[in-house]
């Protein structure tokens, strides 16, 4: 025993540490197609698009790096209008998403039985048609002669809406409520979806064991499903916030110039005036800004060792 | 939910009570009365619907037909948080988002205690975890989590303690340890436990009374030792510990019945036989293998005269430590269970040695022959350590482990057997 302990690191200390090496390799291997797509289609476009954010010149004359900070502020002190509407209209659609995704993805955790996959299939569905047609549906949807303005309108639901600014008169295309109502509509399965996934989760037992010890159908909700289910509100809430913060298609085919969001500005800006340093830095500034309230959100959540 | 502050005592009372999921009969209609302060043990294979009875008596699920009485409080139709019953769950199904003495405290604040420091620490204590307050869940051992679960229901003082295998996941060693501290702590508290269990060893170690479920009904209810030494099926003989049953026929009857089997004749105390035992009908004579001596053919006129015997040949022995445990072959039946201690061994018992059995006749029970013989054996391997229920037993021959896949087996079995 003592005569191979002694002999062995003696006669061969080499191959012990190399296969060790290699494999402590493999995952490094395996990142790689990763860390090459990152880099290629996030961080390249990334630093290109900062470098053409402190660009100065004109498309005739081309556009050189010059430092040009001052962008950044006249971006921002011209259309901070557009900016506080994109995150008015992308907060009220997320919350909207979340008390019609909540109920839902509820159901088709804890009551759907057999039709759970049907529904969930349901939930999907619409992302087989395109994105752009599904927006344009809802201009017929919301017509002025369609059966919907009118039950509204029969409802005294717009006397709501136009009390908050929403709409104006018996319109509803073209109105703020009509961009809210494509967010919310375009983003919802990104709600349902997180949200079943965390309530799913959620042991049976737990309602068992929280209903046996004196908590009421109601309590063990607040206390128990909802606290648990709260990484997917976190998820289902960011996955909602974030693009529909930044879209544009829904203020372009459903509202009107008064709807104009973020996104718009930086689409024409892009593509109609070509303003490339200011598109750039407005995408800058927009990104700043959501990165700042996620990780506000994420700290009040405080779910992390949930997640 | 302002009566569940009253403790008012009283029995366990079942009536009638029977569960059927469509056309499945989980819990046939059965009465049971549970005395109050009691440990009381429901056992049975999976399937056999101990679990479905304790759920009823929870609130966790409605009963088909009959009551459920707390005292004299009729709380059929009470939900569960409306009950003055707690339950520690065979997962636990503690909070995992709340740390442990969020966890304790769950029933007091859901009853609007406010201030319940004091006595959650003193259920810390109990349980020996005062220093895990903070701790969540899945920070803890399989062992501590138990005993938050225990914490957790005992801290609201309920009327009943319902546990529903509780210790179905620990190992061995810690079972044996929470078997005896589940039994300190209802000694000290003096709440009514209905504990439900397939484990044979853990029932008989731990409750007062023990009721041995099958098929959805109890076959048997009785003290721990009252069941092994008097089975009255062959379900509970085979179920609690192991049994040599023996077909038989009844050739004389009075204060001591004679039967014969295999050729012999064995006398067994008339009190210990089903009322219906006449001669010429037919018997299942039982002995329990540690009440067997065995002795080997040479020796058999050295045997006391006024002894049952039989004769056999020893097919397979093991050596267990404690005892060894043989395996006999003989005229009045196969496969017969013969514990002996291993005090002074006899070097000739070997597998192939013509031995006899010989008991003290008093020991001898009957059952009635028209009964499944075999029925609760396959169980038995499921009920976790083995057969090691009654004095000087261990674990059964070839039966050394009691892994999952013997659970499952005894599942099927519970699922078959009518």
Not at chain 2, 39 to 61: N, V
Not at chain 2, 402 to 417: N, T
Request: proline share 6%; with cysteine.
């Amino acid at each position: 025993m003592t005569l191979l302990a002694e002999k062995s690191p003696a006669a061969e200390p080499a191959p012990p540490r190399r296969a060790p090496a290699r494999r402590r390799l493999v995952p490094y291997w395996l990142l790689l197609p990763g860390i090459l797509w990152l880099l290629v289609f996030f961080a390249l476009p990334l630093v290109y698009q900062a470098s053409t954010s402190v660009q100065t010149g004109s498309l005739e004359q081309g556009f050189r790096v010059t430092w040009h900070f001052a962008t950044y502020w006249d971006a921002f002190t011209e259309y901070w209008p557009q900016f506080v509407r994109s995150l008015l209209y992308a907060g009220t659609a997320t919350l909207l998403c979340l008390l019609l995704g909540y109920p839902l993805a509820y159901l088709i955790a804890f009551r759907a039985g057999r039709w759970r996959n049907l529904i969930l299939v349901l939930v999907i569905a619409p992302f087989f048609t395109s994105f752009l047609i599904r927006t344009l549906a809802w201009k017929t949807i919301l017509a002025d002669d369609s059966a919907v303005v009118a039950a509204l309108d029969a409802l005294k639901v717009l006397d709501v809406t136009n009390w908050l600014g929403l709409t104006e008169g018996d319109r509803v295309l073209a109105t703020p409520l009509a961009v809210v109502c494509g967010l919310t509509y375009n983003f919802l399965p990104f709600m349902i979806l997180p949200l079943y996934t965390s309530l799913e989760r959620i042991d049976g037992r737990l309602h068992e064991a929280a209903r046996d010890l004196y908590a009421s159908p109601a309590t063990t909700f607040r206390k128990v499903t909802f606290p648990l289910s709260l990484p997917g509100v976190v998820s289902g809430t960011l996955l909602t916030f974030i693009p529909a913060s930044g879209d544009y298609v829904n203020a372009e085919l459903l509202g009107s110039t008064d709807t104009k969001m973020i996104g718009n500005v930086i689409q024409s800006q892009f593509l109609r005036v070509l303003d490339y340093p200011t598109a750039a830095a407005l995408s800058f500034i927009l990104m700043a800004i959501v990165l700042a309230m996620v990780t506000v959100y994420i700290r009040r959540a405080g779910t992390e060792d949930l997640v | 939910m302002t009566t569940t502050d009253t403790y008012t005592g009283g029995d366990v009372r079942l009536t009638g009570i029977s569960k059927s999921y469509g056309s499945f009969t989980a819990v046939q209609p059965l009465d049971l009365t549970v005395p109050q302060g009691s440990f009381f043990a429901l056992l049975g294979a999976s399937g056999c619907g101990k679990t479905t009875t304790l759920r009823m008596i929870a609130g966790l699920e409605d009963p088909t037909t009959g009551t459920v009485h707390l005292g004299d409080r009729d709380v059929t139709d009470l939900p569960p948080y409306k009950r003055p019953v707690n339950t520690v769950f065979q997962s636990y199904a503690l909070f995992p988002h709340l740390d442990i003495f969020e966890n304790i405290a769950f029933g007091l604040r859901r009853r609007g205690l406010k201030s319940v420091k004091k006595q959650v620490g003193e259920m810390l204590e109990l349980v020996q975890l005062g220093d895990k307050a903070r701790h969540r869940p899945h920070q803890l051992s399989g062992g501590q989590q138990q005993r938050v679960a225990v914490a957790r229901a005992l801290i609201n003082h309920p009327q009943v303690l319902l546990l529903d295998e509780p210790l179905g996941a620990l190992d061995l060693k810690l079972r044996r340890q929470m078997q005896l501290e589940l039994k300190r702590i209802q000694t000290e508290v003096g709440i009514t436990f209905v504990h439900v269990t397939h484990d044979q060893e853990e029932a008989m170690t731990m409750a007062d009374t023990v009721a041995v479920m099958n098929g959805g009904r109890v076959e048997q209810l009785g003290a721990p030792a009252e069941l092994y030494e008097h089975p009255r099926t062959t379900f509970v003989a085979n179920f609690l510990g192991t049994s040599n049953l023996i077909p038989a026929e009844v050739a004389g009857t009075g204060s001591e019945v004679v039967v014969t089997a295999g050729g012999g004749k064995l006398r067994l105390p008339g009190e210990r036989c089903p009322a219906g035992a006449r001669p010429g009908g037919r018997l299942l004579v039982g002995i329990r293998p540690e009440k067997i001596t065995l002795s080997h053919a040479d020796d058999a006129g050295a045997v006391p005269d006024g002894r049952n015997r039989i004769t056999g040949r020893i097919t397979d022995s093991s050596f267990i430590g404690v005892s060894t445990q043989y395996t006999v072959d003989g005229p009045a039946g196969t496969g017969l269970q013969v514990y002996e201690q291993n005090i002074e061994r006899d070097p000739r018992l070997v597998p192939g040695a013509e031995v006899v059995l010989h008991w003290n006749p008093a020991h001898t029970f009957g059952l009635d022959a028209d009964q499944d013989i075999a029925a609760g054996t396959e169980q038995e391997t499921a009920a976790g350590a083995g057969s090691g229920a009654g004095p000087g037993a261990a674990t059964g021959p070839g039966r050394n482990t009691a892994g999952p896949g013997q659970d499952i087996a005894g599942a099927e079995r519970a699922e078959d057997s009518p």
